[in-house]
């Protein structure tokens, strides 16, 4: 059975930085590309970075390029999300989801993944 779950969500204050994590299981890792969605409150969710299964490509939306560091660890079957910076807007619900690959404008598509963790929250507050 597949399966995504997200952890390291929390409080942090603002300009701190958290590490997400996706720990999967039920499939092969190294076969599947890895994305990161947020749905902050009352908002859609937005794609914020895709790792391919070799992790050898990485695609970041230019608004939160270089605050976002995607990488996984395909021995852990695990795929983290450092996020650094963080400020009250990011605030949300943040997923990760897997899909057969990543590819420009491709991978913002929600749609285009075959499964999806339960999420974790991420709130940043002073």
């Known amino acids: 059975q597949v399966q995504l779950v997200e952890s390291g969500g929390g409080l942090v204050q603002p300009g701190g930085s958290l590490r997400l994590s996706c720990a999967a299981s039920?499939?092969?890792?190294?076969?599947?590309?890895i994305a990161w969605f947020r749905q902050p409150p009352g908002k859609e969710r937005e794609g914020l970075s895709c790792?391919?299964?070799?992790?050898?490509?990485?695609f970041y939306p230019g608004s939160v390029k270089g605050r976002f560091t995607i990488s996984r660890d395909n021995a852990k079957n695990t795929v983290y999300l450092e996020i650094n910076s963080l400020q009250p807007d990011d605030t949300a619900v943040y997923f990760c989801?897997?899909?057969?690959?990543?590819?420009?404008?491709?991978?913002?598509?929600?749609?285009?993944?075959?499964?999806w963790g339960q999420g974790t929250q991420v709130t940043v507050s002073s």
């Open positions: 989801a897997m899909g057969d690959l990543c590819l420009r404008d491709y991978w913002l598509r929600s749609s285009n993944y075959n499964a």
């Open positions: 039920g499939f092969t890792l190294a076969y599947f590309a």
């Open positions: 790792i391919n299964g070799g992790g050898d490509a990485t």
